[in-house]
């Protein structure tokens, strides 16, 4: 992606806190010459050194879930993005601009076998049940085993090492405080939950 030096990440720290709050991403492969994508939550996989890596299912009946081992995919993840009008700069005169955070990656994948695409499925639900606590988390042991193997013949599971992983944080660096602290303002008066992501992702970056 276009990134410009002041926007740029590429802390894997940093980019995998993003990975685990926003989880939902997109991906994309080429099949048959066109750029084909999926949806899908995913598993962080950070104790995997280095960049870290992901674990994600699909459809079986999408066509990215007939890619093979060692099929080229690229991962997109959009987290917190908002508009900031140019009326919210205390001092610069310019035009409207979009603050965002996106994170990008790619790698091969390798599709995982029957007890790992369990896991998988397990694993995320414990992962998002985790965050609706003090409910009592759903359990895969809540389903009768004959229908969740049923289940699991409708989905494919992957996995996949980043062998390229990098951010881009576009929120007002480049502006002086005056005009940053503006945008925040601004975007806090705005008040709805987009703009607020965007301000407080401001505050950490901070100037």
């Given at each position: 992606?276009?990134?410009?030096?002041?926007?740029?990440?590429?802390?894997?720290?940093?980019?995998?806190?993003?990975?685990?709050?926003?989880?939902?991403?997109?991906?994309?492969?080429?099949?048959?010459?066109?750029?084909?994508?999926?949806?899908?939550?995913?598993?962080?996989?950070?104790?995997?050194?280095?960049?870290?890596?992901?674990?994600?299912?699909?459809?079986?009946?999408?066509?990215?879930?007939?890619?093979?081992?060692?099929?080229?995919?690229?991962?997109?993840?959009?987290?917190?993005?908002?508009?900031?009008?140019?009326?919210?700069?205390?001092?610069?005169?310019t035009?409207p601009?979009?603050?965002?955070?996106?994170?990008?990656?790619?790698?091969?994948?390798?599709?995982?076998?029957?007890?790992?695409?369990?896991?998988?499925?397990?694993?995320?639900?414990?992962?998002?049940?985790?965050?609706?606590?003090?409910?009592?988390?759903?359990?895969?042991?809540?389903?009768?085993?004959?229908?969740?193997?049923?289940?699991?013949?409708?989905?494919?599971?992957?996995?996949?090492?980043?062998?390229?992983?990098?951010?881009?944080?576009?929120?007002?660096?480049?502006?002086s405080?005056?005009?940053?602290?503006?945008?925040?303002?601004?975007?806090?008066?705005?008040?709805?939950?987009?703009?607020?992501?965007?301000?407080?992702?401001?505050?950490?970056?901070?100037?």
């Amino acid at each position: 992606m276009y990134r410009p030096s002041a926007f740029a990440v590429d802390d894997a720290s940093v980019l995998h806190d993003v990975i685990r709050n926003r989880v939902f991403a997109t991906i994309a492969a080429v099949r048959d010459g066109a750029v084909v994508f999926a949806y899908a939550p995913l598993i962080l996989d950070a104790e995997n050194g280095g960049l870290g890596g992901i674990r994600f299912h699909l459809a079986i009946g999408n066509p990215l879930a007939k890619l093979e081992n060692g099929a080229r995919v690229s991962m997109n993840l959009m987290a917190a993005d908002a508009y900031v009008s140019p009326d919210w700069y205390r001092k610069l005169v310019t035009v409207p601009t979009w603050n965002y955070i996106a994170v990008e990656g790619e790698g091969a994948v390798r599709r995982t076998s029957r007890e790992e695409l369990r896991k998988l499925v397990v694993d995320l639900s414990a992962q998002e049940e985790e965050k609706l606590l003090p409910k009592p988390p759903w359990l895969i042991d809540k389903v009768p085993p004959a229908r969740t193997e049923a289940l699991l013949n409708g989905i494919v599971g992957f996995s996949l090492s980043f062998e390229r992983l990098q951010g881009k944080f576009k929120l007002s660096q480049d502006k002086s405080q005056d005009d940053f602290d503006g945008a925040i303002d601004g975007l806090e008066a705005r008040g709805d939950a987009a703009s607020l992501a965007v301000a407080r992702a401001m505050r950490r970056v901070g100037k």
